[in-house]
């Protein structure tokens, strides 16, 4: 089937197989007609709003060691912080301030932060009208369950890649089931669950890309992050090359075609390898969400997953407002509410 055909079945049908996906992945020719399709899908189920979360990067304290990230354990050149839960608060009512409808909790699996020390944070921002997102790695189905009856809305906890043997490699210590019984346990606790992958991992065929975009459906996800590899040379990972751009975005779209209505956030990532203008990019070629940081200080700079990450000198401020402008100019606007996944009627 000509590529043009295939895209017009995705976007009638939301369905495409492994084979299919892999052509349209490998196409730099299909990605212009990708990205239109995905927009005119993303506008007739999610619409033109964009919605705003606020990102809180609450601690770099970590005890994995993903061989991607410049917060892994061994990587001794990392500065590590971790806020107190008065500091969170603060920072949430500023994100509230700013008109921002979700708090999203993000650190590395830092074990000081127990139930008992974010059950009263989630509360807090619950009372404060806000939506709570936590990204704050592998816990046990207890834990998860006790955070949902906190309040907490929703989880982000990316697969990162569902080729087995290369998830395995790339963060030893972790195991693959554990991580799919992680995300089941989630959905099933009635959490809005959102996974995702990194693009760009040594070792990554296409084809497992293909198969990333088909567990994302599969498992029904209702936010799909991703993000293009970028080497932090303080990690194993180090003299990589940076993940494709072309790739990520014709995985935007792709996923977009697939999963209509989920929340697909235009990461900072992406706007950090095609600065001023990444987002915008991709919030034409399907995106609908925005995770503009909340984090202050010394602390937002010390959250270094890899080199040059976007926004890091801006002020929260200033994001808030930069952000409103670009998205205008884009002719959308900001969302005015929590931006719930929107489910087929
Ligand atoms: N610790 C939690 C976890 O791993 O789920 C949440 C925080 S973790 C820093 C968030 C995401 O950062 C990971 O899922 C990973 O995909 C991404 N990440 C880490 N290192 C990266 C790098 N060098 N380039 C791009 N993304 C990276
Ligand atoms: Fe820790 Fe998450 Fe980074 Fe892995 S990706 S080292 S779990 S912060």
Redesign the pocket.
């Given at each position: 089937m000509e590529l043009q055909k295939l895209i017009e079945k995705a976007e009638t049908t939301h369905k495409l197989t492994k084979e299919e996906l892999t052509l349209l992945l490998s196409s730099s020719e299909a990605e212009e007609h990708l990205a239109a399709a995905a927009d005119r899908v993303r506008k007739k189920y999610v619409g033109d709003a964009v919605h705003l979360r606020g990102l809180i990067e609450f601690s770099s304290y970590?005890r994995r060691n993903?061989m991607?990230?410049?917060?892994r354990r061994d990587n001794e050149k990392a500065g590590r912080y971790r806020l107190s839960p008065d500091e969170i608060k603060a920072l949430a009512e500023k994100a509230v301030g700013y008109g921002y409808h979700t708090v999203v909790l993000?650190?590395?699996?830092d074990m000081w932060y127990t139930t008992e020390r974010l059950v009263p944070i989630i509360r807090f921002i619950k009372n404060l009208g806000a939506a709570v997102t936590l990204?704050?790695?592998e816990r046990t189905r207890e834990e998860y369950a006790e955070l949902k009856k906190a309040g907490a809305d929703r989880f982000l906890?990316?697969i990162?890649t569902t080729d087995r043997a290369l998830y395995e490699k790339l963060d030893p210590g972790m195991s693959y089931d554990e991580r799919c019984r992680c995300l089941h346990d989630l959905k099933e606790l009635g959490y809005e669950v959102g996974t995702g992958c990194?693009i760009g991992l040594p070792g990554q065929t296409v084809e497992a890309l293909a198969e990333d975009i088909l567990f994302f459906q599969e498992i029904d996800a209702d936010m799909v992050g991703i993000?293009?590899?970028?080497?932090?040379p303080d990690t194993p990972l180090g003299d990589e090359p940076t993940g494709d751009m072309g790739i990520t975005r014709r995985m935007v779209s792709l996923i977009r075609l697939l999963l209509p209505e989920a929340n697909i956030p235009a990461t900072t990532?992406m706007e950090t390898l095609i600065p001023h203008k990444g987002r915008e990019i991709i919030l034409k070629s399907g995106a609908n969400v925005v995770m503009p940081n909340v984090t202050e200080g010394e602390a937002r700079e010390k959250y270094a997953?890899?080199p040059g990450k976007a926004c890091v000198s801006d002020t929260p401020a200033y994001c808030r407002t930069c952000m409103e402008t670009r998205i205008n100019a884009i002719g959308r606007f900001i969302g005015s509410d929590a931006g719930a996944r929107k489910h087929r009627r």
């Open positions: 970590c993903c991607y990230c410049g917060l993000q650190s590395g699996e990204s704050i790695g906890l990316r990162e990194l993000g293009p590899l970028i080497p932090n990532a997953l890899y």
